[in-house]
């Protein structure tokens, strides 16, 4: 009995190193070279499954965009003249993404938004970026983890959360 005592705790110093380790990582693993400025989205690195994108083709890694068909833009970059303006759209989107537990906005210009959610328990940081395309009528985004194999879902219910409340607002 007094081995297999000391095998569990052996294995319990194990696990906790490694989730200290992640959480190292979490705080100090840098974004992708295309966070936080201007330009398109690129789609998922599809070798990890802990990213979602509305430009992935590959149903694993997809998501729908968020739609803005019933607002269209008015005033800069008018479609209809009718519309909200691209800053009141833009607006509307930050207040969408500011309502997720753990956000912050990094980067705001032209037509993207980007943005970091960091979880409450281990501090681990998912990027974000929204792209607003006027001509399709829909704001294109993607959202990965910094660290780690898989994110077990939480970047697609996260962006779903998004959308959801863009749509309520």
Partial sequence: MAILGKIMIALAVLIALYIARL??????????????????????DTAKPNCV???????????????????????????????VSDVALSARLIAAI????????KFVGGDRVDASFRTKLMGYIDDASFVIDARQ??????????????????????MEAVRDTFAAK
Wanted: proline share 7%; with cysteine; net charge positive.
């Fill in 137 to 158: 009528a829909v704001i294109h985004f993607k959202s990965r983890s910094r660290v780690g194999y898989s994110d077990l879902g939480v970047n697609r219910k996260r």
């Fill in 23 to 44: 959480g190292y990582l979490a705080r100090t693993t840098q974004a992708e070279a295309d966070f936080a400025v201007a330009g398109p989205l690129r789609p998922c």
């Fill in 53 to 83: 994108c509305s430009l992935n083709p590959e149903e694993k890694f997809a998501i729908p965009p968020i739609s803005i068909a019933g607002l269209m833009l008015g005033d800069e970059g008018d479609i209809d003249g009718k519309g």
């Fill in 98 to 105: 500011k309502a997720q537990p753990g956000a912050e906005i």
